[in-house]
């Protein structure tokens, strides 16, 4: 089955700085990886998502780029605000023939300073 | 994006009382619905997906018998927690995709923290 890891599980960073968070799968057959916000106590949130069909998607300070080459995909935040501040989970999906099944990275807990 | 409704979003037992979580899809219909479970600081866990019309299908190492799942209608999926005990404190969550949407995109609901005294 698919194998999703997340780094780093812990990131720190002063507002207005960036952030970045790295997935590596190990299902060649994943085409599809959504980003997941979870605020404490909440649900997780989709905030973006790309296709394996697709480099790189951008929506306004938070991007995402995939290289399928090497498995792995990455969230990018530009300009951090404390509201980023939560707990981010990165996901792969291998697509209808397996139901469209997610699964999850560990996730990264980002803190922004102030 | 799809808006998902669980509710309660945090309840409180006694220890071998049941305890029902629902989750609704408000503006679209989910013919498969799932339900996760996530301990503290950990990621989520899929514990059984919930299909319209017929039996649930259950993770490994999930029991069928202690986690009842209902999906009676296409926007209406219900998870029952029988015989709670204080390991079954956790927080659950459920998701339900918007086919409408995409097939792919899974939206979840905003969790219920369940308490077993």
């Known amino acids: 089955g698919e194998n999703v890891e997340q780094h780093p599980s812990t990131l720190s960073v002063q507002e207005g700085d960036s952030a970045v968070i790295k997935c590596t799968y190990s299902?060649?057959?994943?085409?599809?990886f959504p980003w997941y916000k979870q605020e404490l106590g909440k649900g997780p949130q989709l905030i973006i998502d790309?296709?394996?069909?697709?480099g790189e998607k951008k929506d306004q300070r938070i991007a995402v780029t995939l290289n399928k080459t090497a498995k792995h995909f990455s969230l990018h935040i530009t300009e951090t605000q404390p509201e980023d501040s939560a707990v981010y989970f990165c996901?792969?999906?291998?697509?209808?023939?397996?139901?469209?099944?997610?699964?999850f990275g560990g996730g990264t807990r980002l803190m922004v300073k102030p | 994006g799809a808006v998902v409704s669980q509710h309660p979003s945090r309840v409180i037992c006694k220890s071998g009382t049941s305890v029902k979580i629902e989750c609704r899809s408000l503006d679209f219909q989910a013919t498969t619905m799932f339900w996760y479970r996530q301990f503290p600081k950990q990621s989520l866990m899929l514990m059984a997906t919930?299909?319209?019309?017929?039996?649930?299908?259950?993770e490994q190492g999930v029991e069928k018998d202690k986690f009842l799942i209902n999906h009676a209608s296409l926007t209406l999926s219900t998870l029952t927690v029988t015989s709670a005990h204080p390991e079954d404190s956790s927080f659950y969550i459920c998701?339900?995709?918007?086919?409408?949407?995409?097939?792919?995109?899974?939206?979840f609901g905003s969790g219920t923290q369940l308490s077993v005294l």
């Open positions: 998701s339900a995709r918007d086919l409408g949407s995409g097939r792919e995109k899974l939206f």
């Open positions: 919930s299909n319209e019309g017929s039996k649930a299908t259950y």
């Open positions: 299902d060649s057959a994943s085409n599809y």
């Open positions: 790309i296709r394996s069909n697709v």
């Open positions: 996901a792969a999906s291998p697509g209808r023939n397996a139901g469209n099944m997610l699964t």
